[in-house]
């Protein structure tokens, strides 16, 4: 099944560590590292709704097609 790799920054393009991304259609989370990077493994193809939600940060969420393997990149602002 196809992974969704990518990385959470701010608004000054610094990464932004211990963000909860989550795909709930597809059952799965990741936490972001201290670089903002994250890997979600396993994420089924079609339409899903991805959250990603962070304490400092305002709740981003986006529409992802997937049909393979995926990179992103999101800003989250305050």
């Known amino acids: 099944m196809p992974r969704i790799t990518g990385r959470i ?3 000054h393009n610094n990464p932004v560590e ?3 991304i989550t795909i ?3 059952g799965v989370f990741a936490l972001s590292d201290d670089r903002g990077n994250f ?3 396993n994420v ?3 339409d899903h709704m991805i959250f ?3 304490r400092n940060f305002q ?3 986006a ?3 997937m049909i393979d393997d995926l990179f992103v990149s999101f800003e989250l602002d305050r």
């Open 63 to 65: 529409d992802l097609s």
């Open 39 to 41: 890997e979600i493994e």
């Open 18 to 20: 211990n963000a909860t």
């Open 24 to 26: 709930p259609t597809a």
């Open 52 to 54: 990603v939600v962070h």
């Open 9 to 11: 920054v701010d608004d």
């Open 44 to 46: 089924s193809p079609g």
């Open 59 to 61: 709740k981003f969420e």
